[in-house]
């Protein structure tokens, strides 16, 4: 029997009670046949599969879960709460033809669309999409939705003056070369690109907001992929881990010079846990590293 992990002196206050509801992917592993867990290579058609599976199984709990947080027509780039209202990170998009990358129920492009841009937002996932088209009706706000893989993006080259993507598709593409060679094909010279990830730092702790969410289990330079598996050992989920010097090299390699990497702080007052982000753990490292970046 390991020995509970100790809490950090004077964060006994922030230990979440529990792992909330939604965030427990009971509907999706049930439906998809998950049974376990492994790091093995995996490749992209597996993975694309696997990920396209998940996201329709799981859009409707996740909906549940954030959408209250996320809003309707809103661009939250974390859960950290960082907001594009205040964060700016993305310019003035007035007058702007923005694409959105992997945008789940589509609030941000709704909140650009309303800051006045004109918004086009994309996601693999039926599922995801269908909240993003109920979003639509709800809010008026009524963005143009498009299905497609970040890796294949269905635009003409040169056709947006900005891209985004608050934790959209990066993080379950085996190539983030890939996407980002598809968003420079498409933006025009000088555009920004700005997309929030998982901070790479995560990775060597277990996917836990309580104190086990405290010590290193897991390599920081292994990149073999986690996946959640069937029975027969068949990815029913896959994310990847780069470095943050792998994110650096290929912007670097695909044309994009990174002008920041935000590092949010969690928030005094934040008490609300989402997975794996918690009060407690957002309080001693960062949870989310945003990158601003800008096609030369
Ligand atoms: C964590 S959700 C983020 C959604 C939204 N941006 C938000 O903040 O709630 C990840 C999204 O990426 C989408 N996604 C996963 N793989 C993708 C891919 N290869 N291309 C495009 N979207 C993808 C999923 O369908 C899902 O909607």
Known sequence: MPEPAAVPTGLADEVPATVPDGDRHEHAEQQLGTTGVAYRAVGGA???????????????DYQAAHGDFLGDADFVWCPEGVREAEARLLGDVRGKRVLEVGCGQAACSRWLASAGAAAVATDLSAGMLRHAREGNERTGVAVPLVQANAEVL??????????CSAFGALPFVPSIETVFAEVRRVLRPGSPWVFSVTHPMRWIFPDDP??????????????TPYLEVDEAGEATYVEYHRTLGDYVRALAGTGFTL???????????????WGQWSPLRGKLF????????RLA
Do not use: C, K, M
Request: no cysteine.
């Open 46 to 60: 597996e993975a694309a599969a696997a990920n396209l599976a998940w996201w329709d199984a799981d859009a409707d």
């Open 154 to 163: 269905p635009f003409a080259s040169g056709s947006f003056d900005a891209a």
């Open 210 to 223: 309580g104190p086990q969410g405290l010590t290193v289990t897991q390599p920081y330079f292994d990149r």
């Open 259 to 273: 002008e920041d990497l935000v590092e949010p702080e969690w928030p005094a007052g934040h008490t609300r846990t």
């Open 286 to 293: 960062p949870g989310t590293a945003i990158f601003r970046t």
